[in-house]
């Protein structure tokens, strides 16, 4: 993202986590890495909002950005994709009477499994990046099998990708009242681990890319 916006760009220090601070005209942006796995992500995400919070800028906008697996041919390596529900796929408990197998934290009565970007800002940003809009699931564990692609098909019907961080974001965000918006850059296909047909470097630079064609939007862009 950040060799989107080649202009002035500093390092700033928060505990945990270094953000990239990124000076437009009129906008800043601030990139964070941070970190693999939904709670890395959350952490990092909270410290960063507090942090300006406290210094009295907060945030408009949590852009969750990064590489997924795709399900094909909905969304192709080499694709990008925008997420209209940032769902947690895994967050729940093993069922042995429900006949999917498993109940997700909101049957039992706790939490949330989904949250769901501004529809407007969604379609904006796909129509920017010319791309698809929909569900991309957040895992701990990265799927490895076609078994478990098609348990996850069934389950979130019209699922896009998945990727590991974007839910922990979006709870991140969603704790200081701040909306999310997930890009993912698709690196390989959701199924049988096969790292030689991964494409994570065409992926980054298709995310690179993605950013330069939808910056206006995201800079113009006020929740209503």
Same mark, same amino acid.
């Given at each position: %993202?950040?060799?989107?916006?080649?202009?002035?760009?500093?390092?700033?220090?928060?505990?945990? +986590?270094?953000? &990239?601070?990124?000076?437009?005209?009129?906008? !800043?942006?601030?990139?964070? #890495?941070?970190?693999?796995?939904? /709670? /890395? +992500? #959350?952490?990092?995400? /909270?410290?960063?909002?507090?942090?300006?919070?406290?210094?009295?800028?907060?945030? =408009?906008?949590?852009?969750?950005?990064?590489?997924? =697996?795709?399900?094909?041919?909905?969304?192709?390596?080499? $694709?990008? @994709?925008?997420?209209?529900?940032?769902?947690?796929?895994?967050?729940?408990?093993?069922?042995?009477?429900?006949?999917?197998?498993?109940?997700?934290?909101? +049957?039992?009565?706790? =939490?949330?499994?989904?949250?769901?970007?501004?529809?407007?800002?969604?379609?904006?940003?796909?129509?920017?990046?010319?791309?698809?809009?929909?569900?991309?699931?957040?895992?701990?564990?990265?799927?490895? $099998?076609?078994? !478990?692609?098609?348990?996850?098909?069934?389950?979130?019907?019209?699922?896009?990708?998945?990727? %590991?961080? =974007?839910?922990?974001?979006?709870?991140? #965000?969603? #704790?200081?009242?701040?909306? @999310?918006?997930?890009?993912?850059?698709? $690196?390989?296909?959701?199924?049988?681990?096969? &790292?030689?047909?991964?494409?994570?470097?065409? /992926?980054?630079?298709?995310?690179?890319?993605?950013?330069?064609?939808?910056?206006?939007?995201?800079?113009?862009?006020?929740?209503?």
């Amino acid at each position: %993202m950040a060799l989107a916006f080649l202009p002035e760009q500093r390092e700033i220090r928060l505990p945990g +986590a270094e953000l &990239r601070r990124i000076t437009t005209a009129g906008a !800043r942006w601030d990139l964070l #890495a941070a970190g693999v796995g939904p /709670a /890395a +992500a #959350a952490a990092a995400t /909270a410290g960063a909002l507090t942090a300006a919070a406290l210094d009295g800028t907060p945030y =408009g906008l949590v852009v969750c950005a990064g590489i997924a =697996g795709g399900f094909e041919p909905l969304a192709p390596v080499g $694709s990008l @994709v925008v997420a209209d529900a940032v769902t947690v796929a895994d967050l729940g408990a093993e069922s042995g009477t429900d006949a999917d197998g498993f109940l997700p934290v909101t +049957a039992l009565g706790f =939490g949330t499994v989904t949250h769901e970007p501004p529809p407007r800002l969604v379609r904006e940003v796909a129509d920017a990046l010319g791309c698809a809009a929909g569900t991309v699931l957040t895992v701990s564990t990265v799927t490895g $099998s076609a078994a !478990r692609a098609g348990v996850l098909r069934a389950r979130h019907p019209g699922v896009l990708a998945e990727a %590991m961080e =974007g839910f922990g974001v979006a709870e991140a #965000a969603a #704790a200081h009242g701040v909306p @999310v918006l997930e890009i993912r850059a698709v $690196s390989n296909p959701v199924g049988p681990r096969d &790292r030689d047909g991964w494409r994570i470097g065409a /992926a980054l630079a298709e995310l690179t890319g993605g950013f330069g064609k939808c910056a206006t939007v995201l800079e113009s862009w006020r929740e209503v």
